[in-house]
């Protein structure tokens, strides 16, 4: 059973962030929170239909830098990143529920979550890029999480600001190199430099947290 375990990690942080929304969201506000982790489901399609295509089709194994690359910051990075911007940004950030700039952290966060869990049991099956898959499936909704609050922060500051495309594109930009990163790590099997980028990130995204949560609207041009 302990092979399963690493499946429920992110509908458990779903869980966990529902129950606790729920004491302090309306009713209405509450039902598109918990919308966005089963959009998080068709966020991955993308992902997991290029990666199938492309292992199965093109190129059996990875084992150069360059197919490293490609996998990690195209088939991943890009494609994992743009599909949850476009359901952040143009589904979510404009209703009226979100009125401040946390709120594209949470949102984003539970898309993520969607992400992870449909990948992850995507992977459990069908990963054979590597000897890690425990080291990936762990490391899957950890990393989605951070990479979540990262899209958030931008994306949900631009609902504010005049220059929502610069924040659009920053945000998205950051996401894409992040998820290419941790990517890279797994595939490369270097789990020194795993910890290393998971640490740096995790300091980022309190950072940017607290920013969030700090943030003065009236400030705000």
Known sequence: ????????IAPVIFI???????????KKQWGLFVSSYFFGFIAVIPMIIAVYLVSNYWIQNVGSIRRI???????????SEISKFLILRYKYIPNDFLTKPFDGILYSILISMGFATTA????????????????????VPFANLLIGIILGFFIGLGKFRS?????????????VFFQGFFSFCLFSQDYLLLGL??????????MLSIKSINTDLKSMV
Do not use: R
């Open 163 to 175: 220059s929502t495309q610069a924040d659009s594109l920053t945000g998205i930009g950051a996401a």
């Open 120 to 139: 992850n049991v995507y992977f459990f099956y069908e990963w054979n890029y590597s000897d890690n898959l425990a080291v990936v499936l762990y490391t």
């Open 197 to 206: 980028v998971a640490f740096g990130t995790l300091i980022i995204c309190v």
């Open 16 to 26: 966990i962030l529902v129950v606790i929304a729920s004491f302090g969201m309306e």
């Open 69 to 79: 690359l490609l996998y990690s910051f195209v088939m991943i990075g890009f494609l």
């Open 1 to 8: 059973m302990s092979q399963y375990a690493p499946l429920f």
